[in-house]
């Protein structure tokens, strides 16, 4: 599906997935969306609109000339630029609704029927130069779930909230993996505690690492006893901020020679780059997946939190979906609430093709663990 098929001849289709005409119009006269008819006919012609706009490279005003040409509207491009900042509210509700719909096929991943939920963020970088200059962005928190090979949830923040491990709301029994940015001892003890088990990757000198009895343990002197093993498998404790305990598992698997000599180039890069002598810990660490779970030993041993972990790789398939298949890029203009509807309408586009995603897929690699 294309943008201009969404907007064209699948049309009507795409109104069904989003409730039907008569629902539309009820939701947006609800919100004060869509007041009454004038310069639009319906409700749904408003979200044509937008989405034509959004999902386009029209600009404002070539876009209200294409709506006057076709017969779906007679407004200035002022006037749709008002009509544009008043929709998040309603897209809001319309990607919850796509979120909350039925999954597609399933595939087996051997975890016990155990719902899979993969975490992490992607960023859009916000229009103006000002805003380049000082780093803004736009950041798209999501969950992508397994079996079911789909995104469960989206939040769209600035640059100013960071990720979070406990910004989706947990699904009890469900595995949730995240990469190094998500080890955060006090919101993965709300995720335990919510009914969730844990992947995460951890940086060597991400947490303070501590035994049972509180005595600090040596991450690094650990992982070079075990090079001749490859892997480490055992119980650790982490220290929070306010002094208190997580008791968790570390599993480190060392990585092949190949993989090893590509991770220390890279380490080595990133230092020079910021003017600076990379560490030893450093390089030591760079021949290891470090993480850290919540899983037991006997029915999950560490081999297998090794595959889990890999299929992390599946969202950042999604995400790279959403931004080269379904066209995500920086918003136009400096609207806030445009740049938010903008991306919002993407998230749309996005849950619209999952499931013809789904079909194409087959045994292709965002079917297999990377």
């Not at 399933?106 to 916000?126: E, F, H, P, Y």
């Not at 969950?143 to 989206?154: C, I, K, M, N, Q």
């Not at 991306?343 to 789904?358: G, R």
Request: glycine share 6%; hydrophobic share 45%; net charge positive.
């Amino acid at each position: 599906m294309t943008n201009e098929s969404l907007l064209d001849k699948d049309w009507d289709a795409a109104v069904a997935r989003f409730g039907g005409a008569e629902h539309l119009e009820n939701e947006a006269r609800a919100l004060g969306v869509f007041r009454r008819v004038r310069a639009l006919k319906c409700a749904s012609d408003l979200l044509r609109l937008t989405l034509a706009y959004c999902l386009g490279s029209m600009g404002l005003r070539l876009t209200a000339a294409w709506a006057e040409a076709i017969g779906l509207a007679s407004l200035s491009n002022v006037a749709l630029l008002k009509r544009l900042r008043s929709m998040v509210p309603w897209l809001e509700i319309l990607v919850a609704r796509l979120l909350a719909a039925p999954a597609g096929t399933a595939i087996c991943t051997q975890t016990d029927n155990r719902m899979i939920r993969l975490v992490d963020a992607t960023t859009v970088a916000k229009s103006g130069r000002d805003a380049r200059s000082a780093g803004g962005v736009w950041r798209v928190h999501a969950v992508f779930d397994l079996p079911s090979e789909r995104f469960s949830a989206f939040e769209l923040t600035d640059e100013t909230e960071g990720e979070r491990l406990d910004r989706a709301a947990v699904v009890p029994g469900e595995i949730r993996i995240a990469d190094r940015a998500y080890l955060q001892p006090e919101r993965l003890a709300r995720v335990l505690e919510a009914g969730a088990d844990v992947i995460i990757r951890a940086p060597w000198n991400g947490a303070r690492w501590i035994d049972e009895e509180g005595n600090r343990v040596d991450l690094i002197a650990m992982l070079r006893h075990s090079r001749k093993k490859d892997f480490v498998d055992r119980p650790i404790w982490i220290e929070t901020a306010v002094k208190t305990r997580l008791a968790v598992r570390l599993v480190a698997l060392r990585k092949s020679e190949e993989a090893i000599t590509a991770s220390v180039e890279r380490a080595k890069r990133a230092a020079k780059d910021r003017g600076k002598t990379v560490r030893p810990e450093t390089l030591l660490a760079a021949e290891w997946v470090i993480l850290v779970t919540s899983l037991d030993a006997e029915t999950f041993p560490f081999q297998k939190i090794g595959e889990l972990y890999r299929m992390r790789w599946r969202i950042e398939i999604a995400f790279k979906h959403l931004k080269s298949g379904v066209g995500l890029g920086r918003p136009p203009g400096e609207d806030a609430a445009v740049a938010k509807a903008h991306i919002l309408c993407h998230l749309l586009l996005i849950l619209l093709t999952e499931p013809l995603l789904a079909e194409q897929l087959g045994d292709s690699p965002r079917r297999e663990a990377a």
